[in-house]
């Protein structure tokens, strides 16, 4: 184990009591951080940069060091259903066909972000811009965010050749190395001049950079990698240099932390955690100033739950007492709901082989062993396009109103991938290919996270996304199919013949296309919402936080994660999920 972790078996300082009962630890920390995730990392990092403040970081999963499959970031699925993944499952989805779906989760040091796909964007502008409007708070709107999200990003500058001009905006990165590496693809793969040429062709503007506010046209895929490996809020924030060099924080790994309790005579003061060690005692540990909670979009709600803080009904249907109604705990869940869609093509430098040819795979993981440079030190995608539903849709009419945060702002989100990316549908043994990946992102779908009623206090949380069960997702799902199909029809791709392996029959009907979406949609695991952030004065119950960070109604205790945003992110939420991390460290670090 790396110097400044320690697991749940070291001992307390108290004598042990029997299995079963509670033990008091003795030592007590200012901060108490539930959850060494995304958010959860950076901000146990920021708060014991002051040596003087006391921080204990509790992590349900292992450390991340020396962890090959969350280093090199082409092999990342092989975390899916490991021992780094928390192993959800959705309640069936009756617009999926009834297919329960995985919900993957970071179960390890650094959360989601230690086995994600590294996609780094950061939420266009407008949707900062709304969050600072429903909160009443300014400081969410994109200019007063952005210094946060340049404070944790490493930019690596792309070579200086005309290859890559125009394919960055400086003005809108950060360039702290030791932070979280940001990288954009520079390999040259054949895939790019195709799918910046066909975006033209079929009118989809170029967009100079991703990340820049204003994401909707085709760019440059960025990733959070350095170096040819997975850059991680682990990697940056909580890596074994900072954790040996602070004597001030602390790390608890494979440790389950089951709830929060009330300090007893106070006024709903929750600075106490409790959690299960390796022995199954029950141990609980105190803040001296405040709790917390980053357990993530799944794991924040239902510790509030089980801690008394939630709907008043649904606690009582699982023999839970309520200490505070909250009836937005685990309400207004979001996510994207994705697809993706297949054509064959004669190139033959897709990644097909990698994935199906183990000697393949082999030569390419040489290479990496040897300088941590090639094919697997990125994922199989090099442009990605942000889309709208075009004004005059048919939707539109009856005066349905956009539900995304305004004309800049994405409904959708295709992603062009160098190989056979399908999971419904296996990958061929031969033949090469390149896909769609299709997600709905500006959704008006809210799904619900709730307590396992067979086992509400240590069981998995029970998780309906809801996925395409209003019009508008599946018609936005249906418009970002058929812009796939235009795009790969387009003349750019003829040279590379492009052959769909679905029957195009469906693009002519919605009923038909619906079929084919309930067979081969997935989720998207980009959960937020379940304790939403709203106005300071919002009325009781609707909203789980303040604008900053505090739960509402008691004291002592701030969540900071996915579970905050009170709307879908229309982007990937690392991003912005790391933004919030250090603004709330400032807010904390100021007294506010
Ligand atoms: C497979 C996958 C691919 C993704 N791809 C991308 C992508 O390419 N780009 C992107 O931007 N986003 C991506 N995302 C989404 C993004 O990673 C997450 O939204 C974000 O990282 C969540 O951050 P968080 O801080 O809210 O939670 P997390 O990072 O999940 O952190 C929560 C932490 O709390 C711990 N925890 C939970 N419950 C307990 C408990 N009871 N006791 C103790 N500890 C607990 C967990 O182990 C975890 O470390 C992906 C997610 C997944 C899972």
Not at 266 to 277: M, Q
Not at 333 to 361: E, H, K, M, Y
Request: with cysteine.
């Amino acid at each position: 184990m790396a110097p400044g972790f320690y697991s749940s078996e070291t001992p307390s300082l108290m004598p042990l009591a029997a299995v079963g009962s509670v033990i008091p630890r003795a030592d007590t920390y200012d901060y108490i951080v539930v959850g060494g995730g995304s958010a959860g990392s950076i901000i146990a990092s920021r708060l014991s940069e002051n040596s003087s403040v006391s921080v204990l970081v509790i992590e349900g999963g292992p450390s991340h060091e020396g962890e090959v499959d969350l280093t090199i970031p082409y092999v990342y699925p092989r975390t899916f259903r490991s021992r780094f993944d928390w192993n959800y499952t959705t309640v069936p989805q009756p617009n999926l066909g009834n297919r329960p779906g995985i919900y993957l989760r970071g179960h390890v040091l650094g959360g989601s972000s230690s086995i994600n796909g590294m996609t780094l964007n950061r939420a266009p502008a407008s949707d900062w811009d709304k969050i600072a409007s429903y909160t009443g708070d300014r400081s969410f709107r994109w200019d007063a965010i952005l210094p946060y999200i340049k404070k944790n990003e490493g930019f690596n500058r792309p070579p200086n050749t005309p290859e890559y001009a125009n394919t960055y905006d400086p003005g809108v990165h950060g360039f702290n190395a030791d932070k979280i590496g940001n990288t954009l693809v520079t390999d040259g793969n054949w895939i790019s001049q195709p799918s910046l040429q066909a975006a033209t062709e079929v009118g989809i503007n170029y967009v100079r950079d991703v990340n820049g506010g204003l994401p909707v046209g085709i760019s440059w895929q960025q990733f959070s990698t350095k170096d040819g490996s997975r850059s991680s809020a682990a990697t940056a924030y909580l890596n074994a240099g900072i954790l040996s060099s602070r004597s001030n924080l602390k790390v608890l790994l494979n440790t389950f932390v089951t709830r929060l309790l009330p300090v007893s005579g106070t006024d709903l003061k929750f600075t106490t955690v409790e959690y299960k060690d390796a022995s199954g005692n029950t141990v609980t540990v105190s803040a001296r100033r405040e709790v917390i909670l980053s357990a993530g979009v799944m794991s924040t709600p239902i510790i509030l739950m089980r801690s008394g803080l939630g709907p008043r009904a649904h606690l009582q249907a699982n023999n839970i007492t309520t200490i505070l109604d909250i009836p937005a705990v685990g309400q207004n869940l979001q996510d994207r709901c994705g697809a993706a869609a297949v054509w064959s093509v004669n190139a033959t430098d897709t990644d097909d082989d990698i994935d199906r040819n183990p000697a393949v795979f082999n030569r390419w993981l040489n290479q990496w062993n040897q300088n941590h440079t090639g094919r697997l030190t990125q994922m199989s995608y090099r442009q990605m396009i942000f889309g709208r539903v075009p004004n005059n849709a048919s939707i539109f009419s009856g005066g349905f109103q956009d539900p995304s945060s305004g004309p800049t702002c994405p409904h959708y989100e295709l992603y062009p991938a160098n190989k056979w990316t399908s999971p419904t549908t296996p990958q061929p043994a031969t033949g090469n290919f390149v896909s769609m990946n299709i997600f709905v992102s500006a959704s008006n779908v809210r799904g619900t996270v709730t307590l396992d009623p067979t086992n509400p206090l240590t069981g998995n949380p029970v998780i309906d996304p809801k996925y395409l069960s209003s019009e508008w997702d599946r018609y936005v799902m249906r418009d970002a199919i058929r812009t796939s199909a235009r795009y790969f029809n387009a003349p750019a791709w003829k040279k590379w013949n492009a052959t769909p392996v679905f029957d195009t029959a469906i693009l002519n009907s919605d009923s038909a296309l619906d079929t084919w979406i309930s067979s081969s949609a997935f989720g998207g695991v980009h959960g937020i919402g379940t304790a939403r952030m709203g106005p300071a004065n919002s009325p009781a119950g609707q909203d789980v936080v303040a604008p900053n960070f505090k739960v509402k109604g008691v004291s002592g205790l701030r969540i900071a994660d996915t579970s905050v945003f009170p709307f879908v992110i229309n982007g990937h939420t690392m991003g912005a999920v790391y933004a919030i991390a250090e603004k709330v460290s400032d807010l904390i670090k100021s007294g506010n």
